[in-house]
T-cell receptor
Framework: NAGVTQTPKFQVLKTGQSMTLQCAQD?????MSWYRQDPGMGLRLIHY???????DQGEVPNGYNVSRSTTEDFPLRLLSAAPSQTSVYFC???????????FGPGTRLLVL | AQSVTQPDIHITVSEGASLELRCNYS??????LFWYVQSPGQGLQLLLK??????LVQGIKGFEAEFKRSQSSFNLRKPSVHWSDAAEYFC????????????FGRGTQLTVWP
């Protein structure tokens, strides 16, 4: 099992550019989520999904879109990047969102 | 609303000393509680979890945590710290439903002196 994988590991964007952060899991988990981690802020939930075709907003959803067409994949889209989106992004999956989650290695994003 | 407080932003201990990291939560029902560890540049690894039953739970790497409902706390402990334990530690609480998600504290950075 690869667990939870994320690509890319690092990315530099210019303000206004768009990009998609990829997340995949091979554990057949129904629940997947995206967090951002900023110094001194812990992890904050951006969006989550309880199964294919079902997504919902977390604490900080503005500026991000998600979709869940398959159980395995949960991409995060930045439509128009802003410097405030400079952060480390983690994807996580689990059988149930509140039963403990398995985290990917993260994507470091810098928006200039 | 659920929330998690980790009162200590940074803790420094000597190698071999005991460790206790504090975590307080706010939640109306019986919570699901977790401790995660993050080494520099890495993702989060689950140390231990509490769902129900025995309030003292054992985790990996020699860590344990005790759930105290009366104090709304879930403190992490280790009897003897190793230099490799230096990392950031996060406490998290689950919302207790199939549509739930985890709420994280802001983390405690642990430094270990040789």
């Amino acid at each position: 099992n690869a667990g939870v994988t994320q690509t890319p590991k690092f990315q530099v964007l210019k303000t206004g550019q768009s990009m998609t952060l990829q997340c995949a899991q091979d554990m057949n988990h129904e629940y997947m989520s995206w967090y951002r981690q900023d110094p001194g802020m812990g992890l904050r939930l951006i969006h989550y999904s309880v199964g294919a075709g079902i997504t919902d907003q977390g604490e900080v959803p503005n500026g991000y879109n998600v979709s869940r067409s398959t159980t395995e994949d949960f991409p995060l889209r930045l439509l128009s990047a802003a410097p405030s989106q400079t952060s480390v992004y983690f994807c996580a999956s689990s059988y149930s969102g509140d039963r403990g989650q398995y985290f990917g290695p993260g994507t470091r994003l810098l928006v200039l | 609303a659920q929330s998690v407080t980790q009162p200590d932003i940074h803790i420094t201990v000597s190698e071999g000393a005991s460790l206790e990291l504090r975590c307080n939560y706010s939640y109306g029902a019986t919570p699901y509680l977790f401790w995660y560890v993050q080494s520099p540049g890495q993702g989060l690894q689950l140390l231990l979890k509490y769902f129900s039953g025995d309030t003292l739970v054992q985790g990996i790497k020699g860590f344990e945590a005790e759930f105290k409902r009366s104090q709304s706390s879930f403190n992490l402990r280790k009897p003897s710290v190793h230099w490799s334990d230096a990392a950031e530690y996060f406490c998290a609480v689950g919302a207790g439903s199939t549509l739930g998600r985890l709420y994280f504290g802001r983390g405690t950075q642990l430094t270990v002196w040789p």
